[in-house]
T-cell receptor
């Protein structure tokens, strides 16, 4: 089954404690991206990757890092989380980069930073 | 600066057509309009996209006005499972400043 998986699904952490949210897709997609979703602000792109070892900033990259060492994985790293990073995070992949064409989204990770 | 405008909420009776409008007056001539939906807080799901011609697939129909400044997503026979937030998405800007804009969506409630 074609899917994007994210782990963990829920995470409560404290300010400053480094964390990683994993994302994996099994569709051999080149394009992957991370979004955060906050009430009243909609979906905003954090980082995206056009292919292995190719990443770029989205609209709200501050406080986040990503890496793309393998095609299937695209982890999101928060080196020093802060309460304003409390949000719902989605990973997505697509065979067609740079557009919104048929992006497949993961189930989401709800992060709370206290 | 919103680039898409959608009504925040709509209601529809089960079995009836749901018509969800979107204004995107700043869309460029060669950019597509995309529609997604999100059920509860699950990951968004792709529905359909179009450029200037009307499009139809197994999920919905998309009607784009001739001037491309607005579009309407049509769910021909809405069911309770169609209750979701529906997003109209466009890409704006040029060159390296191009980016996708997700609006706040329309929360569609399909009522029995």
């Amino acid at each position: 089954e074609a899917q994007v998986t994210q782990n963990p699904r829920y995470l409560i952490t404290v300010t400053g404690k480094k964390l990683t949210v994993t994302c994996s897709q099994n569709m051999n997609h080149e394009y992957m991206s991370w979004y955060r979703q906050d009430p009243g602000l909609g979906l905003r792109q954090i980082y995206y990757s056009m292919n292995v070892e190719v990443t770029d900033k989205g609209d709200v990259p501050e406080g986040y890092k990503v890496s793309r060492k393998e095609k299937r994985n695209f982890p999101l790293i928060l080196e020093s989380p802060s309460p304003n990073q409390t949000s719902l995070y989605f990973c997505a992949s697509s065979s067609k980069p740079g557009t919104a064409y048929e992006q497949y989204f993961g189930p989401g990770t709800r992060l709370t930073v206290t | 600066d919103a680039k898409t405008t959608q009504p925040p909420s709509m209601d529809c009776a089960e079995g009836r057509a749901a018509n969800l409008p979107c204004n995107h007056s700043t869309i460029s001539g060669n950019e597509y309009v995309y529609w997604y939906r999100q059920i509860h807080s699950q990951g968004p799901q792709y529905i359909i996209h179009g450029l200037k011609n009307n499009e139809t697939n197994e999920m919905a129909s998309l009607i784009i006005t001739e001037d491309r400044k607005s579009s309407t997503l049509i769910l021909p026979h809405a069911t309770l499972r169609d209750t979701a937030v529906y997003y109209c998405i466009v890409r704006v800007g040029a060159g390296n400043n191009r980016k996708l804009i997700w609006g706040l969506g329309t929360s569609l409630a399909v009522n029995p």
